[in-house]
């Protein structure tokens, strides 16, 4: 998955952009179309893996999520909570 800053969504022009703009970008289309252009696994387990490298593809017995101790993540946090409360 490609990584993007958020603070471009706390900033959106409309309310609805930032959690519209998110779903797009996580969306299953969106998704494969950015594995098959940077060859590189995405998190999502329900996209054909065919385009990716058998050496680049991720391993079911390993957890891959990312969250190094100091690393704030609280603005994510704050930008999901808001899009699921629509």
């Known amino acids: 998955m490609l990584l993007l800053s958020t603070e471009r969504f706390t900033r959106a022009l409309h309310p609805d952009a930032a959690r519209i703009a998110i779903n797009r970008l996580l969306s299953r289309e969106v998704q494969t179309v950015f594995q098959r252009i940077f060859l590189a696994d995405s998190l999502r387990i329900d996209i054909p893996k065919e385009d990716v490298p058998s050496f680049k593809r991720r391993l079911e017995k ?24 629509k």
């Open 62 to 85: 390993y957890d891959y999520s990312f969250n190094p101790e100091g690393l704030d993540q609280t603005a994510i946090f704050e930008i999901v909570s808001e899009a699921w409360k």
